[in-house]
């Protein structure tokens, strides 16, 4: 028999971000690694964490062999619990058929025994896809003030930009009276964030009718939320304030390392009160030598640097050989810059390596037109050959020019 | 299935030790080192790399914060079911003190662990050992041989002040031991069969011995088989601050770090989870190794730097070691200067050293 919950955490981990082109290649987004020694999902893992929730179940879909391995038994989020901790769930077969997680509503419904193991009165829903430190507790806590029977976390956005996202128009109290996906003409400028605290009994009641719905996306954003609204159900907007960041492609991610350098951002992971928890490298301190030079950089353990760097994130285990110059780059686990290689404005994944004298991207003012002009990205293993020139833009798939062994 | 245990001591219990400062405020097994370290890390995870998961750690005083470190093994994957990490800490019994004298003493209050420890090899070694030993290659060593007792050693002098010289036979068996100047330097790391360390703790009770490395073993080498293996690598222990500070500048040595860290087996310590460090528009840093955590705006030259140390602008370091949580205001010059935890060194303060002589300032200090 298991402890009841009174809140467990559903981590939606099992999409592709095909909008990451090389870098989820291999591997799903939450997989991704950002800002020198984390993954994107150790934020909503280590927000559940902080959070005072024990219970995580992570629903695994595209390439799940990394995120697998990375999450483990949940140790480095302390999230290996005797009652609780985190789960790795995998679409499965039943003696009928089986399937594939249709949607994100569907792959929730097809784990409702797994919910329902710990009789929770509240689910929270989470996504793989974005940087950001939130007390869910907090959240929490306003979904039961409000007596809701859905509460999402809503960000401000400027009202530009609001279009881009889903729009939640609500009262002065907070309460949601419309949802709109990504309106032309927005009445609000708050957006949802893809984080919903559900009253599990109602939210069941609408998977279990969603699904019977053949023509449903079965999906929250589509068919869940819109439903829950036209019946009138109660849901209250949750106003998050602080650094949030949607890293679903090459330019965000790179932003949202960059964000890490520049002091303004808001993002700040050096808090001792809210620590984002990472699984470990056992890598020494870095070494800097004697003719490097690094500044305005973030870096992380295990590297050895002897090359410039200037605005640069350099993951645990880099190696920047005499005479590298590093503009704007993010340089992946373990990936080697050789002598007098140039990388500018550009992403090397890990493990990567940029052979001597070879130049991997360019600075937007060295482009004649602005169109030309994006970061580069070398794929997991690739070589860049000496000598060779990889312009903006332009991506490397994982692997490339490596020599057999 | 593992073939040994092993008894870590977290002092040297009076024997080579001196009188030091660094030993105030912590047992040595304790005294962080290299960045992000604690010196037993080393000697931990050989250890736990080599396949050994029992082992006890002997305690004599100040350990608070080495029992913090260590929890309950988890980071070395000690938290087993069966063996993994235990204390041994002191307790009274008659006729001996409640808090060992010596190492003999010590190990006699373990005596309860080594009889029920399942594996038949038992290891000593003390947590001040800084060296990355493959324990599997000691064991199949001390097996081939037949040995009684396995005696680790390195070729040269240049550890510690003492050196207890042996002398070999061409199969590696020692057959004297003298002070003097032969090649062979103990690091005090011993393989003894567990039959044989019992039947020595019991003659060691009776006949009122002091120390392991003269009384099991050298005042042994006829009764029993006693063989030496060379250890070779970066090694070193250290047990006052010449020795600390000198073991610290030695990992701005490439091949010293390639030896320690970047072979086969990781040294592994308990995870604080500090974000990457910060690199500011005005840092100039040179041949330094600097944890996580950290932000840099001043100069370091030659320095070892923990996580979370906070080095402002202007500020200018040369020969430093900087504990956890440092903090170095605007334009303070410290040369030579060992700074334990919490240590804030306010604006423009100007401290020296020398490298035979390092500075230490104390823990929380605020100078």
Redesign the interface.
């Known amino acids: 028999m298991k402890a009841k919950k009174e809140l467990i955490a559903m981590l939606l981990a099992g999409g592709q971000g095909s909008r990451l082109y090389v870098l989820t290649q291999e591997m799903a987004k939450p997989a991704v690694p950002f800002g020198g020694k984390y993954r994107i999902i150790d934020f909503p893992l280590s927000n559940c964490v902080n959070s005072g929730i024990d219970t995580v179940g992570v629903l695994t879909q595209y390439r799940p062999l990394e995120l697998n391995t990375y999450i483990g038994n949940g140790q480095p989020w302390d999230l290996d619990r005797v009652g609780g901790g985190v789960a790795v769930l995998p679409p499965y077969m039943t003696e009928k058929a089986g399937e594939w997680y249709k949607g994100t509503a569907n792959a929730i419904y097809q784990n409702i025994n797994f919910i329902e193991q710990y009789d929770p009165e509240y689910v929270l829903i989470l996504s793989g896809d974005h940087i950001y430190k939130m007390d869910y507790a907090a959240m929490l806590a306003r979904h039961k003030e409000a007596e809701a029977d859905a509460t999402i976390a809503v960000l401000n956005v400027p009202l530009e930009e609001a279009s881009r996202f889903g729009i939640m128009n609500t009262d002065a109290e907070g309460r949601i009276f419309e949802f709109e996906e990504k309106p032309k003409n927005p009445k609000s400028t708050k957006a949802s964030m893809g984080v919903y605290i559900f009253t599990w009994a109602k939210l069941k009641a609408y998977l279990v009718a969603d699904e019977q719905n053949p023509d449903s996306s079965n999906d929250f954003g589509k068919n869940i939320i819109p439903n829950m609204l036209n019946a009138g159900e109660k849901l209250v907007a949750y106003d998050f304030d602080g650094y949030w960041k949607d890293v679903g492609t090459i330019e965000s991610l790179w932003e949202a390392n960059m964000d890490l350098i520049n002091k303004d951002s808001g993002l700040k992971l050096n808090d001792p009160d809210w620590r984002i928890y990472a699984r470990n490298t056992s890598y020494p301190p870095h070494f800097v030598g004697s003719n490097a030079k690094v500044t305005e950089s973030v870096i992380s353990e295990g590297c050895s640097i002897d090359g410039n760097l200037w605005y640069t994130v350099l993951f645990s285990g880099a190696r920047i050989e005499g005479d590298a110059e590093l503009n704007s780059a993010v340089i992946m686990q373990n990936a080697v810059v050789k002598k007098g290689a140039t990388v500018k404005y550009a992403i090397i994944a890990q493990d990567a390596v940029i052979e001597e004298g070879a130049v991997v991207g360019a600075s937007p003012e060295d482009c004649e037109k602005p169109e030309d002009w994006g970061i580069a990205v070398v794929g997991r293993g690739a070589v860049v050959k000496k000598g060779q020139v990889v312009g903006p833009k332009e991506m490397i798939p994982p692997g490339t020019g490596r020599e057999e062994a | 299935m593992a073939k040994a245990f092993s008894i870590l001591l977290s002092d040297p219990f009076g024997t080579d030790s001196e009188t030091n400062s660094l030993a105030a405020f912590r047992t040595l097994a304790s005294e962080p080192f290299?960045?992000?370290?604690r010196l037993v890390d080393f000697i931990l995870s050989s250890l736990v790399n080599s396949g050994i998961y029992r082992v006890g750690v002997l305690t004599k005083s100040h350990y608070g914060s080495l029992m913090d470190h260590l929890g309950w093994g988890?980071?070395w994957d000690l938290n087993r079911r069966d063996g993994g990490l235990q204390f041994l800490t002191p307790f009274i019994r008659e006729n001996l003190d409640h808090n060992a004298k010596n190492n003999v003493d010590a190990l006699i209050s373990a005596r309860t662990f080594i009889e029920d420890a399942k594996e038949e090899t038992a290891i000593l070694a003390s947590g001040n050992l800084v060296a990355n030993i493959d324990f599997r290659d000691v064991l199949s060593y001390h097996e081939k041989s037949d040995a009684d007792i396995t005696a680790l050693y390195v070729k040269g002098r240049s550890m510690g002040k003492k050196p207890s010289a042996v002398k070999l036979e061409a199969d590696g068996r020692v057959v004297n031991a003298v002070d003097g100047f032969t090649d062979y330097t103990s690091l005090r790391v011993f393989v003894f069969k567990k039959e044989v360390l019992l039947q020595l703790l019991d003659r060691a009770e009776a006949e009122r011995w002091s120390d392991i490395q003269q009384d099991f073993v050298i005042r042994n080498l006829n009764d029993y088989r006693v063989y030496a293996y060379e250890q070779t690598g970066f090694c070193c222990s250290v047990n006052n601050v010449e020795e600390y500070y000198n073991a610290n500048m030695a990992?701005?040595d490439?091949k010293v770090?390639e030896e320690?860290?970047f072979g086969p087996y990781?040294?592994?310590?308990r995870?604080k989870?500090?974000?990457?460090?910060?690199?500011?528009?005005e840092?100039?840093?040179?041949?330094?190794?600097?944890?996580?955590?950290c932000t840099i705006d001043g100069q370091?030259k030659n320095c070892?730097?923990?996580r979370?140390v906070v080095v402002e602008k202007g500020a200018v370091l040369e020969n430093c070691i900087l504990m956890q949580n440092t903090r170095v205001e605007a334009d303070a010059k410290l040369t030579c200067v060992i700074t334990d935890k919490d240590v804030q060194v306010k604006e423009g303060r100007v401290l020296s050293g020398y490298t035979s002589y390092p500075f230490v300032v104390e823990k929380g200090a605020v100078i």
């Open positions: 290299g960045g992000r370290y988890k980071d990992l701005l490439e770090r320690l860290f990781p040294v592994l310590t995870v989870n500090s974000a990457p460090t910060f690199y500011g528009f840092s100039k840093v040179e041949n330094s190794l600097v944890a996580d955590g370091l070892i730097v923990f979370d």
